[in-house]
């Protein structure tokens, strides 16, 4: 990670009491099962077989989206899971990754294992927040959901990215500084419910360093952490490679609450803060470009600029819903800045950790309704791909709109109020009393801001994937 | 040298997948000539020209009408929509006429054959009218994620714009699936609303194999030269 924008902590945050959670390791079975040489490899190599289907299909299957089991595996299923997953068991999908898989029998079989370059160490986060957007840009304008295609030429992308990982680089560099998902999820893991740490007081002893360096019972840690040290679960996938490794059986793997992590960060950089506010935005134009409004928008714009590009449209209106969040997080922290005296960027970086929450709830509630309304396409395209007949103009929806709409409320609420909870608590571990309600307030204001823009875009009726 | 192998590997297959990453339309057959359809109804020639062969994606159409005296008509609203036949046992056998009751009665010749030269219009003539009946197809605008061009409204129709010469209308229609289609031309003229239906066939995309093999080739470079610079190595050691 880039050490470059580290915040001078000026008054140490408060250490979050220690509260005893059961180690799930010590269960018989989970430890069993996560301690022995099947694991993860039981869960990744079917993921890899589900993945080649995919790929298959999106690249030789049915031409058009609504029609294709690939597409619907990926956008209807895997898309829309993929943040419940993140919530409820941190990083734990990228031990199953099917890019991770590639890249360690690439590694395995052709590897160099050079370390990960400089460039990669120091400006990580700021790649993977440039690819995001840039993959979100393009899924708009060229067409990656909506074109099996499309979506076979990212993941095939992707594919290249690890196999020259894998080949060149140690461990998994690629999952680590570049994959644009593995940011997404880093962000997301810390507000998940799953975190996995070493006992402080066996750690302090140890000198053999296993669970980073490895050992013959298992690699090292595939994505450069050191258990000893960790306090965030953002780089940890929970593949146990550290508790096969530990020989003082020192790691631990416990249930927390959701947000917890956020409300003690001690490092804050800027690159994750900045994630957090674009991630908010990315939220929001997938939900605009569904507006009715949407297209006289289009023609506004195309009159203002002289063209009919949807590119050089799209772009500007994407740009402008990115800046919405940023600015909006620039202006309140210039304003919690008169209350407690730190620099505007300060608490931009410190504060951005608290929308996590709400991104989280309005990425899962807009995928919520894709996964509910048209579900049951999953199961037609799969009939379809093993040579089935399926009617035509069978509903795919799983639940009616009324009722996803409430699911939707719900968690957008529920969002809310978690980050207006962490706003409150970040403030709290960092300021004294006299200065934590003038820098706790501005958040407020702006988390009802948020929230309001996230609970009227659902509102709106949305347009199908599939 | 040992370090700067990869990392020119690496920035190589960095700029091309950079080039990859831009999905491009998939193109039926990559043929330079374009496909003039023509149907006959109600006494006006109506050519269909695709400037390409139909492929999957936004294509380019021009129609041109014409009257029984082969005067291009003017000022006439046309749209298309892309159907899809219910049965093509049901087109082979039982063929309808295409246009709205106004026009029943009238003889509607449509050519069936597309011919290969896309400004000349030939293939005029008169045979029996097939007009298949027709489901609409899928359109670009059931995905939440494309933009929804505010030329296809909600019907999935694409409205043309008058074109270069007189009695030519032109716009995009965006195909989404190869196969058998339809596509079905609206036209008004002097409030006389006619519809006239051109059978279409969207090859199958080679694109995705494209893709496939490009990628495929890419990966086993970067897997060639990884296992050339473990041998290197690994002989120094």
């Known amino acids: 990670m880039s050490d470059l924008v580290q915040l001078p902590v000026k008054q140490p945050v408060q250490a979050p009491v220690q509260v005893k959670s059961t180690n799930l390791l010590k269960n018989k079975y989970i430890g069993t099962f996560m301690k022995s040489k099947w694991y993860p490899g039981i869960i990744q190599w079917p993921t890899l077989l589900v993945f080649m289907v995919i790929m298959f299909e999106l690249l030789l299957g049915p031409t058009s989206a609504h029609d294709n089991f690939g597409t619907a595996l990926t956008w209807v299923l895997w898309w829309p899971v993929i943040p419940i997953m993140f919530l409820f068991l941190g990083r734990f999908w990228c031990a199953i990754c099917p890019f991770a898989t590639i890249n360690d029998l690439v590694q395995k079989f052709v590897g160099s294992n050079q370390p990960a370059p400089k460039f990669l160490k120091k400006y990580g986060i700021w790649i993977i927040d440039a690819l995001f957007i840039f993959v979100t840009w393009s899924d708009h304008v060229f067409g990656i959901v909506e074109n099996p295609v499309g979506s076979g030429i990212l993941l095939m992308t992707l594919t290249t990215g690890v196999v020259a990982s894998g080949a060149f680089f140690e461990r998994r560099t690629f999952c680590r500084y570049v994959c644009f998902l593995g940011g997404l999820s880093g962000n997301y893991a810390r507000n998940g419910m799953l975190q996995l740490r070493g006992t402080p007081e066996i750690c302090a002893t140890c000198t053999v360093a296993a669970c980073y360096k490895g050992s013959d019972k298992a690699q090292p840690c595939p994505l450069f952490e050191f258990p000893k040290t960790m306090t965030s679960s953002a780089n940890c996938n929970i593949c146990a490679s550290c508790a096969k490794n530990c020989p003082n059986d020192s790691i631990q793997l416990t249930l927390r609450p959701p947000s917890k992590e956020l409300w003690f960060i001690k490092k804050p950089k800027v690159e994750e803060a900045f994630l957090s506010a674009v991630i908010m935005g990315i939220v929001f134009v997938q939900n605009v470009t569904m507006l009715e409004a949407w297209p006289p928008m289009l023609r506004w714009l195309e009159n203002a600029v002289g063209t009919t590009s949807y590119a050089v449209t799209f772009s500007i209106a994407f740009l402008v819903s990115m800046l919405i969040p940023i600015s909006l997080l620039g202006l309140t922290s210039w304003v919690a800045q008169k209350f407690n005296g730190e620099t505007m960027i300060t608490n931009f970086t410190r504060f951005g950790y608290a929308l996590i929450v709400l991104d989280m709830a309005g990425h899962m509630a807009h995928n919520l309704f894709h996964l509910l309304a048209e579900g049951k396409s999953i199961w037609f395209t799969g009939l379809a791909f093993i040579g089935q007949e399926v009617g035509h103009g069978l509903s795919t929806a799983l639940m009616d709109p009324a009722t996803i709409q409430m699911l939707q409320f719900g968690l957008v609420g529920i969002g809310f109020l978690g980050s207006l909870y962490t706003a409150y608590r970040i403030a709290k571990a960092n300021y004294t009393q006299e200065k934590l309600w003038g820098t706790f307030v501005p958040y407020a204001v702006l988390m009802v801001v948020l929230g309001i823009i996230n609970v009227y875009l659902f509102v709106l009726p949305m347009a199908m994937r599939m | ?237």
Do not use: C, W
């Open chain 2, 1 to 237: 040298m040992k370090r700067s192998l990869p990392t020119i590997l690496i920035l190589l297959s960095t700029i091309l997948m950079a080039a990859l990453i831009l999905p491009t339309p998939a193109l039926a057959d990559g043929g330079e000539g374009g496909l003039t359809y023509t149907q006959t109804i109600n006494g006006y020639t109506i050519h269909l020209v695709f400037q390409k062969p139909a492929f999957v994606g936004e294509n380019p159409i021009h129609i041109q009408i014409l009257d029984a005296a082969g005067m291009p008509i003017t000022g006439a609203d046309v749209e298309v929509s892309l159907e899809e036949p219910a049965s093509h046992a049901e087109a082979e056998t039982a063929p309808t006429a295409t246009s709205q009751s106004v026009m029943s009665g009238m003889g509607a010749n449509p050519t069936m054959m597309p011919t290969s030269a896309p400004d000349s219009m030939s293939g005029m003539g008169g045979s029996p009218a097939v007009a298949p009946t027709s489901t609409p197809a899928s359109m670009s605008n059931i995905n939440s994620m494309s933009p929804v061009s505010s030329e296809h409204d909600q019907m999935g129709m694409v409205a043309l714009e008058p074109g270069a010469e007189n009695g030519e209308y032109e716009g995009e229609l965006a195909i989404e699936s190869e196969g058998e289609l339809v596509v079905r031309a609206h036209i008004t003229i002097q409030g006389e609303l006619m519809e006239v239906d051109f059978p279409l066939h969207v090859e199958k995309s080679k694109t995705g194999a494209v893709v496939l093999s490009t990628f495929g080739f890419i990966n086993a470079v970067i897997l060639g030269a990884a296992f050339v610079l473990k041998q290197k190595s690994s002989k120094k050691a």
